[in-house]
């Protein structure tokens, strides 16, 4: 079946340490994305890419980063540097260019933890 | 700033009530309006919108945007437990845009 698949649905990480969440999609779709989600709030966005080895920042990209090495792989490392990692995180994709207006798909989500 | 208001924040209604949830907007380069419903994880993609006063429906659900008064509704009609969910908005212009959400409970 097509669609996204995130890893791991539930991480816990100490604090100081660095950790990596993965997304894969099978859609063939160009744009890939990473949200942040905290309760009440909406979307923010991390990071985008449009294309192989191109991303651009979003909204809240200060302690995150991120790598587009393949069309289906947009794996983002949540880093020491951010100050209050613990939330949600979607990873999406969508066909055509990021933000065209066409319809973004989601993965299940990874929670992150930090203790 | 660009900006997504949804409204409610939450609604709790009885199964078999229709509900009306409302998504307004301030953005500039307008292309479309998103909703999507969330239960537990990812959102699933409900409608999307562009043109103003065509209604899409699927189902039980139905949707609608007035570009000159900047909102879009979701009607769902004969509500059922199974609805109970958050509701997102979201706009897509230079990027996506989103509201905080409406939390609707569904009560049997």
């Known amino acids: 079946d097509g669609g996204i698949t995130q890893s791991p649905k539930y991480l816990f990480r100490k604090e100081g340490q660095n950790v990596t969440l993965s997304c894969e999609q099978n859609l063939n779709h160009d744009a890939m994305y990473w949200y942040r989600q905290d309760p009440g709030q909406g979307l923010r966005l991390i990071y985008y890419?449009?294309?192989?080895?191109?991303?651009q920042k979003g909204d809240i990209a200060e302690g995150y980063s991120v790598s587009r090495e393949k069309k289906e792989s947009f794996p983002l490392t949540v880093t020491s540097a951010q100050k209050n990692p613990t939330a949600f995180y979607l990873c999406a994709s969508s066909s055509d260019r990021a933000f065209s207006g066409n319809t973004i798909y989601f993965g299940e989500g990874s929670w992150l933890t930090v203790v | 700033e660009d900006k997504v208001v949804q409204s409610p924040l939450s609604l709790v209604v009885h199964e078999g009530d229709t509900v009306t949830l409302n998504c307004s907007y301030e953005v500039t380069n307008f292309r479309s309006l998103l909703w999507y419903k969330q239960e537990k994880k990812a959102p699933t993609f409900l409608f999307m919108l562009t043109s103003s006063g065509i209604e899409k429906k699927s189902g039980r659900l139905s949707s609608i945007l007035d570009k000159k008064e900047l909102f879009s509704i979701l009607n769902i009609t004969a509500t059922q437990t199974g609805d109970s969910a958050v509701y997102l908005c979201?706009?897509?212009?230079?990027?996506?845009?989103w509201g905080a959400g409406t939390k609707l409970i569904i009560k049997p």
């Open positions: 890419s449009q294309i192989v080895n191109d991303f």
């Open positions: 979201a706009v897509s212009a230079y990027q996506l845009i």
